[in-house]
Protein backbone atom coordinates (compact mmCIF):
# COMPACT_ATOMS: atom_id res chain seq x y z
CA UNK A 1 0.00 0.00 0.00
CA UNK A 2 1.13 3.68 -0.44
CA UNK A 3 -0.27 7.02 1.29
CA UNK A 4 -1.05 9.56 -0.28
CA UNK A 5 -1.15 12.97 -0.11
CA UNK A 6 -2.72 15.77 -1.80
CA UNK A 7 -1.52 19.59 -2.30
CA UNK A 8 -1.67 22.94 -4.38
CA UNK A 9 -5.17 23.59 -4.24
CA UNK A 10 -6.81 27.10 -3.72
CA UNK A 11 -8.62 29.62 -5.31
CA UNK A 12 -8.58 30.74 -8.71
CA UNK A 13 -10.46 32.65 -11.15
CA UNK A 14 -12.16 31.27 -14.16
CA UNK A 15 -9.59 30.63 -17.40
CA UNK A 16 -7.16 30.36 -14.48
CA UNK A 17 -4.92 27.50 -13.82
CA UNK A 18 -3.66 25.15 -10.91
CA UNK A 19 -1.20 22.39 -11.18
CA UNK A 20 -2.17 19.88 -8.12
CA UNK A 21 0.07 17.04 -6.52
CA UNK A 22 -0.04 14.00 -5.12
CA UNK A 23 2.62 12.63 -3.20
CA UNK A 24 3.08 8.94 -2.20
CA UNK A 25 5.17 7.47 0.73
CA UNK A 26 5.99 4.05 -0.30
CA UNK A 27 8.48 1.84 -2.19
CA UNK A 28 5.98 0.11 -5.04
CA UNK A 29 4.52 3.29 -6.14
CA UNK A 30 5.84 3.12 -9.64
CA UNK A 31 3.90 -0.41 -9.23
CA UNK A 32 0.29 1.43 -8.75
CA UNK A 33 -2.03 3.43 -11.25
CA UNK A 34 -3.24 6.77 -9.83
CA UNK A 35 -6.29 8.51 -10.55
CA UNK A 36 -7.91 11.94 -9.61
CA UNK A 37 -11.51 11.83 -8.47
CA UNK A 38 -13.44 14.83 -7.34
CA UNK A 39 -16.37 15.79 -5.09
CA UNK A 40 -18.29 18.85 -5.44
CA UNK A 41 -20.59 19.65 -2.41
CA UNK A 42 -23.91 17.47 -2.65
CA UNK A 43 -22.48 15.38 -5.58
CA UNK A 44 -21.22 11.89 -5.75
CA UNK A 45 -17.28 11.71 -5.70
CA UNK A 46 -17.07 11.62 -9.15
CA UNK A 47 -13.48 10.77 -11.77
CA UNK A 48 -11.50 12.83 -13.33
CA UNK A 49 -8.89 11.45 -14.96
CA UNK A 50 -6.28 8.32 -14.18
CA UNK A 51 -2.62 7.12 -15.42
CA UNK A 52 -1.09 3.81 -15.41
CA UNK A 53 2.06 2.78 -13.32
CA UNK A 54 4.20 3.62 -16.39
CA UNK A 55 3.11 6.87 -17.42
CA UNK A 56 1.87 4.87 -20.75
CA UNK A 57 -1.63 5.32 -21.02
CA UNK A 58 -3.95 8.13 -19.72
CA UNK A 59 -7.57 8.25 -19.00
CA UNK A 60 -9.50 11.27 -18.52
CA UNK A 61 -13.29 11.93 -17.83
CA UNK A 62 -14.36 14.06 -20.75
CA UNK A 63 -15.23 17.42 -18.82
CA UNK A 64 -11.57 17.54 -18.78
CA UNK A 65 -10.24 16.43 -21.61
CA UNK A 66 -8.55 19.43 -23.41
CA UNK A 67 -7.73 21.22 -20.12
CA UNK A 68 -6.47 18.68 -17.39
CA UNK A 69 -3.31 16.98 -18.01
CA UNK A 70 -2.02 14.59 -15.67
CA UNK A 71 1.70 13.03 -15.06
CA UNK A 72 3.72 11.32 -13.11
CA UNK A 73 7.31 11.17 -11.99
CA UNK A 74 7.99 8.02 -10.04
CA UNK A 75 11.26 8.86 -9.37
CA UNK A 76 9.61 11.38 -7.23
CA UNK A 77 6.74 9.65 -5.91
CA UNK A 78 4.57 12.11 -7.09
CA UNK A 79 1.49 12.49 -9.83
CA UNK A 80 0.57 16.11 -11.15
CA UNK A 81 -2.45 17.34 -12.38
CA UNK A 82 -2.23 20.34 -14.37
CA UNK A 83 -5.23 22.43 -14.54
CA UNK A 84 -5.89 24.96 -17.36
CA UNK A 85 -8.71 26.76 -18.33
CA UNK A 86 -10.66 26.52 -15.23
CA UNK A 87 -14.52 26.55 -14.99
CA UNK A 88 -16.57 27.23 -11.93
CA UNK A 89 -18.14 23.70 -12.05
CA UNK A 90 -14.42 22.66 -11.46
CA UNK A 91 -14.62 23.32 -7.91
CA UNK A 92 -14.51 20.57 -5.50
CA UNK A 93 -12.38 18.78 -3.49
CA UNK A 94 -10.23 16.54 -5.04
CA UNK A 95 -8.47 13.42 -3.87
CA UNK A 96 -5.79 11.31 -5.66
CA UNK A 97 -6.04 7.37 -5.37
CA UNK A 98 -3.54 4.50 -6.17
CA UNK A 99 -4.38 1.17 -6.89
CA UNK A 100 -2.24 -2.43 -8.57
CA UNK A 101 -2.23 -1.32 -11.76
CA UNK A 102 -4.38 -4.47 -13.82
CA UNK A 103 -5.56 -2.57 -16.58
CA UNK A 104 -8.76 -2.10 -16.04
CA UNK A 105 -11.56 -0.26 -13.91
CA UNK A 106 -9.23 3.35 -13.74
CA UNK A 107 -12.60 5.34 -13.86
CA UNK A 108 -14.11 3.05 -11.01
CA UNK A 109 -13.39 4.79 -7.24
CA UNK A 110 -14.73 1.16 -6.12
CA UNK A 111 -11.20 -0.12 -7.30
CA UNK A 112 -8.97 2.48 -5.65
CA UNK A 113 -7.87 1.00 -1.55
CA UNK A 114 -5.55 4.10 -1.59
CA UNK A 115 -6.60 7.93 -0.65
CA UNK A 116 -5.64 11.10 0.05
CA UNK A 117 -7.41 13.66 1.92
CA UNK A 118 -8.37 15.62 -0.79
CA UNK A 119 -6.97 19.54 -1.54
CA UNK A 120 -9.92 22.16 -2.47
CA UNK A 121 -10.13 24.15 -5.68
CA UNK A 122 -12.57 26.88 -5.98
CA UNK A 123 -12.96 28.36 -9.02
CA UNK A 124 -14.21 31.82 -9.34
CA UNK A 125 -16.70 33.20 -12.13
Known amino acids: QVQLAESGGGLVQAGGSLRLSCAAS????????VGWFRQAPGKEREFVVA????????HYADAVKGRFTISRDNAKNTVYLQMNSLKPEDTAVYYC??????????????????WGQGTRVTVSS
Open 97 to 114: AAKRDYGLGYNIRETYDN
Open 26 to 33: GRTFSNYA
Open 51 to 58: ITWNGGST
